[in-house]
């Protein structure tokens, strides 16, 4: 062998391990954000009530809403939230307890003392028609700190995308200056007081001060409801 094809097959191997070690950087990336080991509640958070589920089932798809409210003086943290959809036999055709789900899909970020919140899993997929909703929220690893960073939810409303999917749309702000991560807007239809669309969207980065656009498509029709949005923070410290 030559020495200009030596170095010309070195450089092609330099080439090929760059590409393999950015490959795995990314799939470490990926799997870190995912719940690896499968839900397991073991103690249910007393201070957090569930005041209502709700199933939404189209063609599209199912969403399940999970309405809580923090009881507590002072702020939760990363709290567990099993699911668990029932046929109208009470049989089980869906659970948020397989390994590999999304972290999004396996927890509540964060509440703040007597906050609301309308927790969204729109990934359900049910084995079967589904009748009821049975929620658990489990306690925290640890407690949130005494104010969590803010987000605000700005210029809320449907709109139709160039494909003719309606999304609801708005803007979310970090009002605070903990720069986010993976971010959840978990947004929300209502008409007559009853749940009638639901959908979240992710914001991968946000930084401290910082705002941004987001879509939610949602499974059911947002059409002419009420919409309501909210966006607890991931990252609750610097």
């Known amino acids: 062998m030559s020495r200009l094809a030596a170095i010309l097959l070195l450089v092609a191997l ?9 490959s795995a950087r990314l799939e470490r990336a990926a799997q870190s954000a995912k719940h690896e080991t499968g839900l397991s509640i073991t103690r249910e958070a007393s201070e957090i009530a569930v005041e209502g589920t709700t199933l939404l089932q189209t063609d599209a798809g199912a969403a399940t809403v999970v309405e809580l409210v923090n009881r507590s003086k002072g702020s ?28 999004s899909l396996v927890q509540v970020p964060a509440l703040a003392p007597g906050e609301k919140l309308g927790w969204v899993n729109d990934q359900v997929t ?5 009748k009821a909703v049975e929620a658990r929220v489990g306690v925290g690893a640890k407690p949130g700190p005494a104010e969590l960073p803010v987000m605000e939810i700005s210029d809320l409303k449907t709109e139709t995308d160039a494909g003719g999917s309606l999304a609801i749309v708005g803007t979310v702000a970090n009002r605070s200056q903990v720069a986010q991560k993976r971010l959840v807007v978990f947004a929300v239809a209502r008409k007559g007081g009853r749940i009638v669309a639901a959908g979240r969207a992710i914001v991968d980065e946000l930084a401290a001060g910082k705002s941004t656009h ?3 498509f949602p499974i059911g029709d947002p059409a002419g409801a009420r919409l309501s949005a909210a966006a607890p923070p991931t990252v609750v410290t610097p």
């Open 14 to 22: 330099a080439g090929c391990e760059s590409t393999q070690s950015k």
């Open 214 to 216: 987001f879509s939610a």
């Open 126 to 130: 049910l084995a079967e028609p589904g």
């Open 76 to 103: 939760l943290v990363a709290l567990p939230i099993g699911i668990a959809v029932r046929d109208a036999g009470g049989k089980s055709v869906y659970a948020n307890d397989a390994p590999g789900l999304d972290a």
